[in-house]
């Protein structure tokens, strides 16, 4: 539900700092029209993407947490992230790719074409994993930085302005605003670079090295190429970050309730 929520209604601002990024240029990209292109691989990949990552950082913090100090606990948060991270990616790869394709792209060719030519072309994982390696070093630093500041803003927020009572889903939502705008803005970046090795030609695969479409990327533009699309990008997850932790937190205590219900009916 929180995947849902925070992709399909935002999905205009990702089109936009995808085409902001584009080696194309924003223009020859799509500039403003055709908002949506590239919608449907986002559906289908956003609730399983989702599900992974919290699936695997609510389980690492529920097993390790007990076992820790409070200072350490940012650690904790850290490593429940990353291996969240890596998971979602599974899922997160392939729609990336097609989706970024198609926002780009000025044919009318279908997500599924492109997706099959993908595949056809360049194979499975050259194809439809291209950028594997550089959207996990995107997604980790990204998750280490705005999972531990949500924690620690919920924490604070719940001992100093509730009396250490649990904070409403619209209360969670603002801790998620917070994290996500600083999170998104610190890792622009990379977000940049993954961009151009997703949408780079199957001809220039030689080039395709982290490193060197970095220094790319910075000899032509400069730290404004690198910080490219930040602005869409910061806007997205910032109200992104308030629609998927809220709704995540709406969603758990609804789920929570009902599973409960459900266990003392049975009794």
């Given at each position: 539900m929180a995947g849902l929520a925070a992709d399909v209604s935002l999905?205009?601002?990702d089109t936009l700092k995808t085409r902001l990024q584009a080696p194309q240029g924003f223009k020859r990209s799509g500039g403003f029209n055709g908002v949506y292109k590239g919608i449907g691989p986002q559906v289908l990949g956003s609730a399983p993407q989702a599900a992974l990552f919290f699936c695997t950082y609510e389980s690492v913090?529920?097993?390790a947490s007990p076992h820790v100090s409070s200072q350490a606990l940012p650690l904790v948060h850290m490593l429940g992230a990353s291996l969240g991270e890596v998971v979602a990616c599974i899922v997160r790869v392939p729609m990336e790719v097609v989706k970024q394709r198609r926002?780009?792209?000025?044919?009318?060719?279908?997500?599924w074409k492109i997706a099959y030519d993908a595949y056809s072309k360049e194979g499975f994982f050259k194809g439809l994993y291209r950028g594997f390696g550089s959207t996990v070093l995107r997604e980790v630093p990204f998750s280490f930085i705005q999972l531990p500041i949500l924690e620690y803003l919920k924490n604070v927020y719940r001992i100093k302005l509730k009396n250490n009572i649990n904070l409403e889903p619209w209360e969670v939502a603002n801790c998620g605003a917070v994290a996500g705008g600083i999170?998104?803005?610190?890792?622009?970046?990379?977000?940049?670079?993954?961009t151009r090795i997703m949408l780079a030609e199957r001809s220039l695969n030689q080039s395709l090295r982290?490193?060197?479409?970095?220094?790319e990327v910075y000899v032509q533009n400069g730290i404004k190429g690198l910080f490219a699309g930040f602005v869409p990008r910061v806007m997205w997850i910032t109200v992104g970050g308030y629609i998927f932790f809220g709704m995540y937190d709406y969603s758990k205590n609804l789920c929570n309730t009902y599973l409960l219900d459900g266990a003392e009916l049975e009794d």
């Open positions: 999905f205009p601002l913090k529920h097993f926002q780009t792209s000025s044919s009318h060719n279908s997500s999170s998104a803005g610190l890792t622009t970046p990379l977000d940049v670079v993954k982290y490193g060197a479409v970095w220094k």
